[in-house]
């Protein structure tokens, strides 16, 4: 069986293979490495392998933001909403109950106060 390892190189992902004694690396953009989940999970269905099954988590595709401003204010009801657009998603609103604002908020703040090396420490989140 072969041995699998990911990890972070800087901003990029390195995928190492290793079987018997042979290994190979291959370092990926972010971008290179959503297409790479993409391909594997299309395959797997392919060949009827059920992805996500049985508590199987399906990989969260991250997209970066896209617009030229994030556009934070109030709606008709006063509840916090923040309008963006994110990868080639169309543009959307988040409407955010105060309790989950504030734990947004309270979040990223803990992330924008931490140094940036434990950012990276911690999977840059």
Do not use: W
Not at 33 to 43: E, F, K, P, T
Not at 87 to 114: T, V, W, Y
């Amino acid at each position: 069986m072969a041995g699998i390892s990911v990890t972070l190189e800087g901003d990029n992902i390195q995928l190492a293979f290793q079987k018997g004694e042979q290994s190979t690396a291959v370092v990926m953009d972010p971008q290179a490495a959503r297409s790479l989940v993409r391909a594997v999970s299309q395959l797997l269905t392919a060949i009827g392998e059920n992805v996500g099954e049985e508590g199987e988590e399906m990989p969260e595709e991250l997209v970066d933001v896209t617009s030229q401003t994030i556009d934070v204010g109030m709606d008709e009801h006063g509840m916090a909403v923040v309008a963006l657009q994110a990868g080639l998603m169309p543009p959307f609103l988040l409407r955010l109950k105060d309790d989950e604002a504030r734990h947004i908020a309270q979040s990223l703040l803990e992330i924008l106060n931490s140094p940036r090396d434990v950012r990276v420490s911690h999977g840059d989140h």
